[in-house]
Nanobody, 112 residues
């Protein structure tokens, strides 16, 4: 089973930026659509963005469209989520998902 590890979360002020990484190990995800989800306290898990296997197709939740960019480097078996113009409502644990595997999540907190 593929192992996914997210990194890059942290505390940032409103309007700031963070870049999350999702690194795969054990098995490659180069042939998989990879999804980024987030879960805020007391809320359900929300699909934020996804990217197809060769990176030619991406999609975004309306709440992040124009601010977040998903990309991938198949040579490194890593998927990224560039988050700009962050808002307090972006505060959540961010998870990546591919096939049936999930990472452990990385906390993003947007606060002044």
């Amino acid at each position: 089973q593929v192992q996914l590890v997210e990194s890059g979360g942290g505390l940032v002020q409103p309007g700031g930026s963070l870049k999350l990484s999702c690194a795969a190990s054990e098995f490659t995800v180069s042939s998989a659509t990879v999804n980024w989800y987030r879960q805020a306290p007391g809320k359900g898990r929300e699909l934020v963005a996804n990217i197809n296997s060769d990176g030619s197709s991406t999609s975004y939740a309306n709440s992040v469209k124009g601010r977040f960019t998903i990309s991938r480097d198949n040579a490194k078996d890593t998927v990224y989520l560039q988050m700009n113009s962050l808002k307090p409502e972006d505060t959540a644990v961010y998870y990546c998902n591919a096939y049936l595997s999930w990472g452990q999540g990385t906390q993003v907190t947007v606060s002044s």
